[in-house]
Structures are given as structure tokens and as C-alpha cells.
């Protein structure tokens, strides 16, 4: 039997509640259903009595009197088939497809009803659901390789920086050990020249600014004749003689700023330690001379004026002709030199005193005597040395 549709109160129900709605529906038509096959089972037992009676009278008269009595009273039967056992079945046949249809129904329900089972409303709903989830995965997916990104660049930024750190760390390391490694402390060597040649000479790999005054100090061994040659030079582009300390041939040692000569009275070529120290301020250029602590010698005029012009190349044992080089065999020092220290001022005579005496350590604040400051070319070498106990062995 076809259903007639069921009305929608609301809007639009959920896919289980049409369900049980249409549930209902069969049973109110099957019970409909009973009602009627059981009054046509009423009527089916009085016309079997009447049938019966009539069989009992005289037969076709009978027959036909019951016949026209039929044709004359009201058609109890309808439409139905005039073999009562064919209607029974027929009725019980729709019965048992309507139960059939009911427990399909009902199954249906119970299975939580399956995709394909569902009305096309319901299906296009759990499509957009579905298609929402997938963009929102999609989306998270995305976010997390955009997080997964961002923090491969931080640690690979964040390593690169440790490792530049660790690497700064290392060459410090390595360059105190380095400067540690032959000495006790590090200003506590010396640079030997032995022989007078062209190509033995030290280094200083710092540099000076520019100066108005200075005060140069060290230590110096040498039996070299006839002079003991040139124990530093300082040259700047345009001016090989910036500051020269030189003893040439049988001249008195000289000291040249600007390529300007005063000579000082220091006598140093014994063969034993001597410490010197010399200093020198652009006004009135006025300068000293100190040997092992006293002063032997002054004066003035020696390049006034002038300030010592910075960025230069400083040597040790060699003058130069041009800067950092073409060194002259003759000029060459011979002999040994320690604690070479610069300061951009005049030192006082008491601490010049007692550097040479021993009794304070005062390195240079420009130029302090260490050994990763001095680098030895040609066969020069640095040697470990105490040099006020060797002096004390000199006495």
C-alpha cells in the first residue's frame, strides 16, 4: 500500500525522527488493516451461512431467488473476488508484506540507518562536514609545518651563532696557550739576534697611534763592534725614520724622530744586561736618556712640534729604509733584548728607577712586552729568560 507523506512540523526533521514517524505510520495501517480483513471475515461467515441454507432448499429456484434477493439488497463485498478463500490470502499476503517492510524499517533504525540508506539532504550535510574537517586538517597540517619551519630556522640561527661563540673561544684559548706555552709569564723572554745579517728581526704586531709624547724602555745585551747596531725602528709611509734607536760604526748611539739626531750618552756594549730608557715630548722637543736607572743625558729641539704619526711598522734589530723592510746588513742589532715597552707619556725618574731596579713591573700601555705581540723572523728566536736574575749575574 502506498504511505501518504508525512507533514513536517518545524522545519525539516532529523533522518531517525522521519524514521520512527514513518515506524508508527505502518503500525496504525496494519492495525487498520486488521480491523478490516476481521470484518470481511464476518461477512464472509454470514454469506457461507446463507450459502449453506440456500444449498439446504430446493437448488437453482432457491438459487435464484437468493440470487435476485442479492442483486436487490446492498453489495456487502466491494470490489473483492467471490471465492472467499482467494480474498483470505490475498489479505494476508498484503499483511505479510507490510510486516516484512516494518522489520526492515525497524533494522534500518536499529543499525543507525547506512550512508547509502540516507535521505539526500542528510548526505549532502555530512559531505560539507566531512569537506569543513578536511580544510580544517589541512589547515592545521599547514600551521605545524610553518611552526616546524620557523623552528628549524631559530636552531639552525641559534647554532651557527654557538658555534661562532665557541669558535671565538677556542682561538682565545689557543692563543693564550700559545703565548703561555715556553714561558713561565708571559713577558718573560727574550729575543735573541746573534748574527749581523739583513733578514733576522722581530716583529711587533700592534702598532702606535699618534703620540705627542712617549717613553720607550728595554733591556739589551749586546758585544757587538764597531756599534751594536739598530735595537728598534719605527717607520710610517713617507718617513722610514719616524723613531730609530741606533749605534752605527764607531758613532755614539743616536736616537732620530722625524729623521731629526740627538745623541745620547749611553754605553751599552759591554756584553751585559743594560736597561734604557728613553723619553721625548713634542714641546720644545725635549728628550732623556736613562741607563739601569739613572739619567746620563737631556735636551731639546729634537723634531718640536711634531707628533709621531700612527699606523706604522715596528722593528726589532733592523732599520728600515722603507716601511717594513730593505733593512741594511751593517745596521743590523746583535745581541739580546727584553721587556720592550712604549707609553704615550713621559715616564717620572722614580719609575724608571724602579723598573731598572726591579722593584715594579710597569708594562707599556701602548706597547707592553708580551710574547703573542712578537713575532721573530730569519732565525731570531725567543728564549725563556728572568732578566733581572741574569742581571744580578752580571755584577
Not at 32 to 57: D, F, H, N, V
Not at 217 to 237: H, N, Q
Not at 347 to 352: F, G, S, V
Amino acid at each position: 500500500c502506498p504511505l501518504p507523506p508525512v507533514p513536517m512540523q518545524g522545519g525539516a526533521l532529523p533522518p531517525e525522527e522521519e524514521l520512527k514517524a514513518t515506524v508508527l505510520q505502518l503500525r496504525e495501517t496494519v492495525l487498520q488493516q486488521k480491523e478490516t480483513i476481521g470484518s470481511q471475515r464476518e461477512a464472509i461467515r454470514e454469506l457461507t451461512g446463507k450459502l449453506s441454507r440456500c444449498e439446504g432448499a430446493d437448488g437453482k429456484a432457491a438459487a435464484g431467488a437468493w440470487k435476485n434477493e442479492v442483486g436487490k439488497g446492498k453489495d456487502t463485498m466491494g470490489d473483492l473476488p467471490r471465492d472467499p478463500a482467494q480474498v483470505i490470502e490475498q489479505l494476508s499476503r498484503t499483511m505479510q508484506s507490510l510486516k516484512d517492510r516494518l522489520e526492515s524499517l525497524e533494522h534500518q533504525l536499529r543499525a543507525n540507518v547506512s550512508y547509502a540508506a540516507l535521505p539526500g539532504d542528510l548526505r549532502e550535510m555530512l559531505q560539507r562536514r566531512l569537506g569543513d574537517l578536511e580544510r580544517q586538517l589541512l589547515s592545521k597540517v599547514a600551521e605545524l609545518e610553518d611552526e616546524k619551519s620557523l623552528l628549524h630556522n631559530e636552531t639552525s640561527a641559534h647554532r651557527q651563532k654557538t658555534e661562532t661563540a665557541l669558535n671565538a673561544l677556542l682561538e682565545r684559548v689557543s692563543e693564550l696557550e700559545k703565548g703561555n706555552s715556553a714561558f713561565k709569564a708571559p713577558d718573560e723572554f727574550k729575543v735573541s739576534l746573534p748574527l749581523r745579517t739583513n733578514y733576522l728581526y722581530g716583529k711587533i704586531k700592534k702598532t702606535l697611534p699618534e703620540l705627542y709624547a712617549f717613553t720607550v724602555c728595554l733591556w739589551l745585551r749586546s758585544s757587538a763592534s764597531p756599534g751594536i747596531g739598530t735595537p728598534f725602528s719605527y717607520a710610517v709611509p713617507g718617513q722610514a725614520n719616524e723613531i730609530v734607536l741606533i749605534e752605527w760604526g764607531n758613532n755614539p748611539i743616536e736616537l732620530l724622530i722625524n729623521d731629526k739626531v740627538a745623541q745620547l750618552p749611553l754605553f751599552i756594549s759591554d756584553g751585559k744586561w743594560h736597561h734604557i730608557c728613553i723619553t721625548w715630548t713634542t714641546r720644545d722637543g725635549m728628550w732623556e736618556a736613562f741607563q739601569d736607572g739613572e739619567k746620563l743625558g737631556t735636551g731639546e729641539n729634537l723634531a718640536p712640534w711634531h707628533p709621531i704619526k700612527p699606523g706604522g711598522v715596528l722593528i726589532l734589530g733592523q732599520e728600515q729604509d722603507t716601511v717594513g723592510g730593505r733593512f741594511d746588513a751593517t745596521q743590523a742589532f746583535v745581541g739580546e733584548m727584553s721587556q720592550f715597552n712604549i707609553w704615550d707619556r713621559v715616564l717620572k725618574a722614580e719609575d724608571i728607577m724602579n723598573i731598572a731596579n726591579c722593584s715594579i713591573n710597569m708594562p707599556g700601555n701602548i706597547i707592553p712586552w708580551v710574547d703573542n705581540n712578537v713575532d721573530v723572523f730569519g732565525g731570531a728566536t725567543k728564549w725563556p729568560v728572568e732578566t733581572c736574575e741574569e742581571r744580578l749575574l752580571d755584577l
